[in-house]
């Protein structure tokens, strides 16, 4: 979608090594949202931002961190990636949170 | 708890008939509800929303319907074309400034020819 990208697209991964993934924005849209979607379970909040620095947990935060430095940057880190974390990883962003958020295209994970 | 659902994981429809989706959610605080449509490997595409202060809004060829009373939502597609098969999600947002988005667990809709 325009103005927001998310990178990579696709990766696969073994159990146990860290990965990041970016979401990047040209929009200098404040909030920031990482969700991951699953069969079956539809789409479930990670993390989110507020703010540059300013993040917080979402409902299925465990074994996940984020980090925000920038407004245009969102990183979502799996420390040390399990099989359950297998998924396709959506970010989105909204510059209020009564306004329409934009979702990026999706990152597909694979941990084996 | 918080929870937004969707009566039907599966809706088939004739080419040209209308479709209504629909999407319970149980939350009384909530103030802002949002439809997206998902295509296969693509990420949630933005229909329409409505603020809890609206019982109705229409945009092109969708109509959305939010009764209050018994916390329901609906999706209302007018015409449906083969391109609006897709997952249809309902979305709410809490009343409060951290703009979390509570999805369902969507609606296919299947377009017959």
């Known amino acids: 979608d325009a103005g927001i990208t998310q990178s990579p697209r696709h990766k696969v991964t073994e159990t146990g090594t860290p990965v990041t993934l970016r979401c990047h924005q040209t929009?200098?849209?404040?909030?920031m949202y990482w969700y991951r979607q699953d069969p079956g379970h539809g789409l479930r909040l990670i993390h989110y931002?507020?703010?540059?620095?300013?993040?917080d947990k979402g409902e299925v935060s465990d074994g996940y961190s984020v980090s925000r430095s920038k407004t245009e940057d969102f990183l979502l880190t799996l420390e040390s990636a399990t099989s359950s974390q297998t998924s396709v990883y959506f970010c989105?962003?909204?510059?209020?949170?009564?306004?329409?958020?934009?979702f990026g295209s999706g990152t597909r994970l694979t941990v084996v | 708890g918080e929870s937004v659902g969707l009566h039907l994981p599966t809706l088939s429809v004739q080419e040209g008939d209308n479709s209504i989706i629909n999407c319970a959610y149980s939350n009384s605080a909530s103030d802002y509800f949002i439809w997206y449509k998902q295509e296969s490997g693509k990420g949630p595409q933005f229909i329409i929303d409505?603020?809890?202060?609206?019982d109705k809004r229409q945009g092109q060829r969708v109509t959305v319907l939010l009764n209050k009373t018994v916390k329901h939502l609906s999706l209302q597609i007018a015409a449906t074309q083969p391109g609006d098969s897709a997952v249809y999600f309902c979305?709410?947002?809490?009343?409060?400034?951290?703009?979390?988005?509570?999805f369902g667990q969507g609606t296919t809709l299947q377009v017959k020819p």
């Open positions: 979305a709410e947002i809490l009343t409060g400034n951290t703009g979390k988005l509570i």
């Open positions: 931002s507020y703010g540059v620095k300013d993040t």
């Open positions: 989105a962003i909204t510059e209020g949170p009564n306004y329409g958020y934009t």
């Open positions: 929009e200098n849209h404040r909030y």
């Open positions: 409505i603020r809890s202060n609206m």
